[in-house]
């Protein structure tokens, strides 16, 4: 019986302060062999000869990461360690530290180089997101995985942290973003009109024109912010069915959808012939969203066999719910008479997810436990059944013990082949870690020692 994957996503300042050993001990007792310590990326040295392909200066996020830090926080003691050393003591706990990068956001780069930023259809640049198809883009990425194989020997894997088309965060909507009706707004995000993406669409006879006022006319109902123009769409579009027929009155934006994730996966398919060239045992890993609405990002489940090794499913269930009710609040903001089961219950309709009805409640705990099997088993479904799944479960508080058995029940009843369990949002506790691989064990996933 070959391992099953066991990793976690961590804070390295969080276990430096507890003490690495007894972080590690930890992490070997739930059955965890794999970390992902967020930020890793930016703790290793740069050696020029690897950027000049790109103008982008990686020494821009490094200086970010050490004195201020992303909504993961600072990441001082991990910059400032030596990792060839913290390497040699996780192997003594039967861990591996593995590089993930996140090759799609970044404030301080987008800040310093606004052209390699997603675009929209008016030309307003994102805050957050690096287009995929721009080169300098793409050559900082590679040149900065290529920079940290070639000098630190022992890496594993490379995890792609959430590569998408997406022009802001939905975790993070800004307050700049103007609500949106549902479905049309979710239908009609993560554009990008850059010169790169359009030039991509014209060589692949998509008429950028028809496809720009398809948008337009999609944005301009879904802003039409009236409590009618609310229940008109919340009453025409209740179930899978109902989107078909939008579809077939859009046809162009299916072609668009589709043209997206064929961006995205250009994308993931020219990084993993470049990490292969590099070394090809290194196990290339890609984090997507859940299923039900990746696509809104141009992340394609059934493309990824042909892109990576692995992938992972970030769905954190409880955590959530603070994010997804962003938008969801300008809309009852812009309309004030939608209550909060009226649009909720559209909510859940669309993206197949349940939970609760009140927006504090949603906002507090998320959406049900229960999701985390559907999304796995749509993951797996979709991928076909050789292509590995790795379940991405939240430890991160308000998950409680409990939360965390269930979801890894879940998982694996779902047909997930590996589990991660996911900690960045600060001080998860600790009784998350042990009771993840107490479950673990019990479903016969790990062993005992
Ligand atoms: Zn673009």
Known sequence: MTKTYVGAWPIFDEDYTEGLDKAFQRYQEAGISHLMYAGIAHTFDVNPQY???????PHIQIDFEKNQGDIFG?????ITSDFNEVRALARRYDLNLEVNITPGVSEPIVAAYPDVAVMDIDGNKS???????????RNYFMGRVEDILRHNAGIREVELDVVSLDFYDPQVVPDWVLPELNPLGRLAIGNCFCDHCVKRAQAQGINVDRIKREIRAIHKEATHLNYQSFLDLSDAYRGVFDIVRYLLQHQDLLTWIKFRSGLVNDFVLQFRNF???????VQLSSDLVAPSFSWTLGQVYADQPGLTDMTKLMLYHKCIGSFEAKPLKRIQG?????????ILDQYYRLKGFSGSYQMDEFVKDGIGVENVYYEVRKARLEVGPHHPIIAGLVADSPATTDDVRQAVQLAAKAGADGFMLHMWYHDAPKDNIVAFGEELKQLGKIHHE
């Open 275 to 281: 990490l292969k060239h590099i070394d090809p045992t």
């Open 74 to 78: 600072t990441k001082y003691h991990l």
């Open 51 to 57: 950027y000049e392909l790109t103008k982008i200066d």
């Open 334 to 342: 812009a309309i004030p008479e939608i209550s909060d089961r009226e």
């Open 127 to 137: 805050k957050h997101w690096m287009c995929p198809s721009n080169p300098d883009v």
